[in-house]
């Protein structure tokens, strides 16, 4: 059995240390290629028409007089006469021409006829009473649901509770699956009950979720010392990617496609794209070097990227390029869902967390969205939960960084830290107090926490809250999140050629996190060479497939199977070199550029000698992970981390800056020291950015989305970005659980983190995010009006 | 892009000439970083674009004892790093620092920075700059109006006016020159804007075929100005509001005061209330929370703009104090 595990500290070379990027002189020099700077020869321009309605019904839609203009090369009807629009900038036609212009002038060429429909885009607090969706679904129902992207389960709960109003034939069901439904849904379908007779189904935006109850709240709000109640949540927000979704499509003969695209999920894309385009995955290549952020959002080839291909193939194949506008990413290419509760807790007179009581509502769009995970990270023993999911036309959800959690934790944490006032207590001492409910993580939290408040110098900065102060005012908060981040899937191929040279290469991708440089280190590490000396290829389907880039499992991916593949590579180098050493195989190691034989430094060779007894041919190895159904060796799941964060309040403008922020993270082994405290530096950004200014703003007048552009989605700028102090737990107690992943936690916790210190400095809560002037102004006014 | 003819004239007559006589035929294009912006977004699709940069009598910048002369098509980046506005003028060299980016600050004209189009969401979205719907509803007083107008907005104009710049050159009492097909004529900077009342009028008292050739700024000797921007964000973002100030004192009491906010209206928004207020005081925190008071008085906010009230309060306040407490220019 090989021996796989990863080296011990006293032997790691490279593994742990702080290592640049292996692409950042690519990167800041600008001769790193991303999507949006592939031009291929003859290529044209795709643009798409988007609805400007919210909801509407397409009575006609007539191209003529675009598919006459100048330098127009194909006009592609995505949703035609009788189709129904959910939101705005749905896309309804797609053309291509020689260049932008053009393709813009055609798309205005396009009259479409449309009929409008009641629309809903706000996602305020669900009226009382709200009834939702009853009775049994029609096949125009499910149809629907399917448009609006409505969750597998969902839609099978909604089946099984209802029923159906009649039996499709199987040539319904296949329509209903080239839509998107999926086998759960279709089965779900088949085992029905039918209700011919019941009337149609009156439609709802608001769906509440059955209660859920845990303990006996009631008796332990009843015999709770102190009780605290608030009202909290976060905005609709988008992902902004820096550089939009797109792709470039080619035929390279009749039968061949060729695709660049911007992705998280290089590997995964021919096999979505394989259906809608009658094409075998097989035939389907697609590649990318780097990629402009993703968060979640870029998992699907999208509609556009199935445009670029299908109008491709009507313009003989040219290239067809479709990046999305800054308008049309912040519109239609994904948000993450918002969430807000009325939050009740209790608690003993010594800070021991009894019960927690909430009714959260939120929206995700079309499909409604789920209920965030609360109470978050503290398993309060006695709970009862309610959940309003609003179905509305503010557009489509996505996986945003670390899905639901960053709500969860906003829910859960602002209203702990006001229990916390309540009691009197230092929230790190009422939260320290409480950590037996953040099983199985409470050593580690408690150990992060002290940490914590030592890096923020929290004894000296934190008081308790004042009410009615003027001027600037300071304050500090705290949060805690957690996350899985187990390893996926990954194969990759080693190849040690004769004279010595390495090649390493699998499909995945490097999101900017430095996975280039993490899959180096591991490879280097083990075969006892430098960096340099590993050619890597990824970002393409002709190398061995390796999972999407999402629930932070790439870390673990990667590195576990280049390990396999390195190891079972130097093994097999191990046993040709042996006898010219005069050694067996497992006496042999590999380390400072020579193989040789441990504990004798007279018997060695020098890598490319050892190199050349392969012969005449080169050394294949294929590094693959154990299937799912093992637990995993070299990697594991499950992180904690606790965030601290300092702000400044000007009483009179409202306006909140951030002025230092900490971030104590594990990951278990770290790969890159650098790479990992960048992740973190990165989500304190990107958390601050969320937490002072993002929010999708929806005109209830039009259903339009009034600030799809960069001036009013605000995004953190550099001056917005305070001292921000990163400590990875590395070392005994976090290494020997492997490689665990990291991209999503540290983002989870500023918007806790922040609003708490808000609330410390100015003595009150502002209960929503974003934290801009209005909203801070509005409950300093109410306290002195109180 | 829709398509328009472009000319390029090398005298101001000339310009003139090719001008139409109705708003969004014809555009001046001086930096482009507005106009072409709005083109690109097919908010507004002018017939011809009349190209000023070749026009060399609108350049310069040039002190005498009748005070600054400024041309059109002078860039905030030279007009900040001018000797003589920095040494005579240091508020306008600071709120002109403060403006964009310096990418944008190397291609804005003065003239543009006049002319700029409001940022109102509505309208830069493609729904006119008095967004009504199908009924005949006005859009902003009813929907997302945060950052709109809580002054002078009894109209059907809502949007604030959107230069940082224009408040501190009409406290330091600047001049606008304007020429068109009948000669040249001349006016108060804050006579030049007004308010539209119906969608073929533009924020401003310009004519569809007149050029602005210049701004002429008085001599600023002995004057204390100053001004303060309250924005969400550090750097590159618009204000929330804003307000200049140039006081002339006597002693240590207040002679005469221009205040001049910003952000607040539809128009730069001069406050004769708030200079009474000031005439005769010392210059305190008391009296400037009354100027500031004096200022807000018949402030009529929409449904969600009421904080916009307050901030305007807080930046008139905290410049007034911060003239008082610069040494004069
Ligand atoms: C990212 C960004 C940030 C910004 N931040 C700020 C800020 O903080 N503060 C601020 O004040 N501004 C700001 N601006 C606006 C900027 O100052 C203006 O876009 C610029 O001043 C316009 O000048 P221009 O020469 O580019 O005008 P153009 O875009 O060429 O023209 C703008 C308008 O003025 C008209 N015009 C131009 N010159 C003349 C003339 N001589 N006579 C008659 N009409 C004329 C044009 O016809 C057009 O309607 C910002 C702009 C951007 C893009």
């Not at chain 1, 029923?163 to 080239?178: M, N, Q, V, W, Y």
């Not at chain 1, 209203?415 to 320290?432: C, I």
């Not at chain 1, 280097?524 to 629930?551: F, N, R, V």
């Not at chain 2, 107008?149 to 020159?177: C, E, H, Q, W």
Request: net charge neutral; charged share 20%.
């Amino acid at each position: 059995m090989p021996d796989y595990a990863w080296p011990d500290a006293e032997h790691r070379t490279l593994i742990g240390k702080r290592i640049s990027r292996v692409d950042s002189p690519a990167k800041v020099s600008g001769q790193a290629k991303y999507t949006y700077d592939v031009h291929r020869p003859g290529m044209l321009y795709g643009k798409v028409l988007r609805s400007p309605y919210a909801h509407a019904k397409l009575v006609s839609v007539d191209t003529s007089a675009a598919e006459k203009m100048p330098g127009v090369k194909a006009v592609h009807i995505v949703q035609g006469p009788g189709s129904t629009i959910h939101w705005e900038g749905d896309e309804i036609v797609a053309v291509a021409a020689v260049d932008e212009l053009a393709a813009e002038d055609a798309v205005r060429a396009i009259k479409v006829e449309y009929q409008q429909l009641p629309y809903l885009v706000t996602d305020t607090e669900p009226p009382q009473g709200s009834a939702e969706g009853q009775g049994p679904l029609s096949m125009d129902d499910i149809d629907d649901m399917l448009d609006n992207q409505v969750p597998s389960q969902q839609m099978v709960n909604q089946i099984q509770q209802y029923g159906i109003t009649a039996k499709p034939s199987e040539d319904t069901l296949k329509g209903l699956k080239s839509d998107g439904a999926t086998d759960a849904v279709l089965d779900a379908i088949r085992a029905a009950a039918v209700h011919p007779d019941a009337g149609s189904r009156p439609k709802s935006n608001y769906q509440k979720s059955a209660a859920q109850t845990l303990g006996d709240p009631d008796k332990a709000f009843a015999e709770a010392e102190v009780v605290s109640e608030g009202l909290y949540g976060v905005p609709l927000i988008t992902h902004c990617c820096l550089e939009s979704h797109g792709s470039i499509s080619e035929w390279t003969d009749a039968d061949h496609l060729f695709t660049h695209i911007s992705t998280q999920n290089v590997s995964g894309i021919p096999g979505q794209m394989a259906e809608p385009l009658k094409t075998p995955a097989s035939n389907i290549r697609v590649h990318q070097d780097h990629v402009g952020g993703g968060f979640g959002s870029k998992f699907s080839p999208d509609r556009w990227g199935i445009f670029t291909a299908q109008i491709s193939k009507k313009a003989d194949g040219k290239p067809v390029r479709i990046m999305l506008e800054r308008a049309a990413e912040l519109k239609v290419a994904g948000a993450r869902p918002s969430a807000y509760a009325r939050v009740k807790v209790g608690a003993k007179k010594d800070g021991t967390v009894v019960a927690w009581q909430s009714l959260s509502w939120g929206t995700g769009g079309p499909g409604g969205g789920g209920m965030p995970p609360i109470p978050y990270v503290f398993a309060v023993p006695n709970q009862r939960k309610e959940h309003t999911a609003i179905r509305n036309n503010i557009g489509p959800a996505r996986a945003w960084r670390a899905p639901n959690h960053p709500q969860a934790a906003v829910l859960t944490m602002c209203a702990l830290d006001d229990l916390a006032a309540k009691l009197n207590m230092d929230p790190v001492e009422f939260f320290g107090k409480n950590l037996d409910m953040a099983k199985p993580r409470q050593n580690i939290y408690r150990e992060e926490l002290a940490i914590a408040a030592d890096l923020m110098g929290w004894k000296q900065k934190w008081h308790p809250r004042r009410q009615n102060q003027s001027g600037m005012v300071r304050g500090v908060g705290v949060s805690f999140h957690t996350w899985g981040g187990r390893g996926h899937a990954s194969d990759c191929d080693l190849t040690i050629h004769p004279d010595g040279s390495v090649e390493l290469k699998l499909g995945s991708q490097d999101l900017g996190t430095g996975t280039r440089t993490c899959i180096l280190i591991v490879a280097a590490e083990t075969l006892g060479l430098p960096i340099e000396a590993i050619q890597l290829q990824i970002g393409d389907t002709i190398y061995p497939p390796s999972g999407g880039s999402g629930g932070s499992t790439t870390i673990g991916g990667v590195s576990s199977s280049t390990r396999r593949a390195a190891v079972d590579a130097r093994d097999s180098l191990f046993a040709q070199v042996a006898p010219a050493l005069n050694a067996q195989p497992d006496q042999l190691e590999c380390v400072n550029g020579r193989i040789g034989v441990k504990g004798d430094s007279s018997r060695s060779l020098s890598w490319k000698e050892a190199c050349s007894k392969l012969g005449a041919m080169p050394l294949t190895v294929r590094g693959k992970n154990p299937d799912k159904s093992k637990p995993p060796d070299l990697t594991n799941s499950g992180v904690g981390g606790v965030q601290m964060a300092e702000v400044e309040v000007d009483t009179e403008t409202g306006v909140v800056r951030v002025t230092k922020m900490v971030a104590v993270q594990d990951c278990g082994l770290i790969i890159d020291l650098k790479t990992a405290e960048s992740q973190c530096y990165g989500a304190l950004i990107m958390g601050i950015s969320y937490s002072l200014f993002e929010e999708k703003i929806m005109d209830p007048g039009t259903g339009r989305m009034l600030n799809p552009d960069m001036q009013f989605y605000r995004l953190a700028g550099l001056s917005d970005i305070p001292e921000l102090v990163v400590k990875m737990m590395t070392g005994k107690g976090y290494d020997e659980r492997g490689v665990i992943g990291l991209g999503e936690p540290p983002v989870i916790s500023p918007g806790a983190a922040i609003s708490n210190a808000v609330a410390n400095a100015i003595g009150v809560r502002v209960p929503f995010l974003p934290l801009t002037p209005d909203r801070v102004l509005a409950v300093l006014g109410q306290k002195a009006g109180a | 892009m829709r398509p328009f003819e472009y000319v390029s004239p090398s005298s101001r007559a000339q310009a003139v000439s090719l001008l139409g006589t109705a708003w969004g035929n014809t555009e001046i294009l001086a930096g482009g970083t507005d106009l072409l912006a709005l083109m690109k977004d097919d908010v507004v699709a002018p017939k011809r674009l009349i190209n000023i940069k070749e026009i060399k009598d609108l350049r310069g910048v040039s002190l005498s004892a009748q005070g600054l002369r400024v041309g059109a098509l002078t860039t905030l980046g030279d007009l900040a790093d001018d000797a003589n506005v920095k040494k005579n003028y240091p508020v306008l060299a600071e709120a002109l620092i403060e403006a964009a980016s310096p990418q944008i600050r190397n291609l804005a004209t003065l003239g543009g920075n006049l002319c700029q189009r409001p940022r109102c969401w509505y309208f830069r979205n493609g729904l006119g700059l008095l967004p009504k719907d199908e009924t005949g509803r006005e859009l902003v007083a009813a929907g997302e109006n945060r950052y709109h107008a809580i002054l002078g907005n009894d109209g059907p104009a809502k949007f604030v006016s959107p230069s940082t710049v224009v408040p501190v050159l009409i406290a330091y009492g600047a001049m606008v020159r304007i020429e068109g097909p009948k000669g040249k004529r001349e006016l108060p900077l804050e006579k030049f804007f007004v308010i539209p009342r119906t969608d073929s009028e533009r924020e401003h008292d310009l004519r569809p075929n007149e050029v602005i050739t210049e701004v002429l700024v008085p001599p600023a000797t002995g004057v204390k100005a100053a001004h303060y921007e309250i924005r969400q964000r550090e750097a590159f973002d618009w204000p929330l509001a804003l307000a200049a100030v140039a006081l002339k004192m006597s002693g240590s009491k207040v002679q005469t005061a221009r205040v001049v906010l910003g952000y607040v209206a539809p128009v730069p928004w001069p406050s004769p209330e708030a200079e009474q207020t000031l005439q005769g005081q010392p210059v305190n925190e008391e009296s400037a929370q009354k100027a500031a008071e004096a200022a807000l008085q018949h402030a009529t906010p929409l449904s969600s703009n009421g904080y916009k009230v307050q901030l305007a309060r807080v930046a008139l306040k905290r410049a007034i104090l911060k003239a008082a407490h610069r040494g004069a220019a």
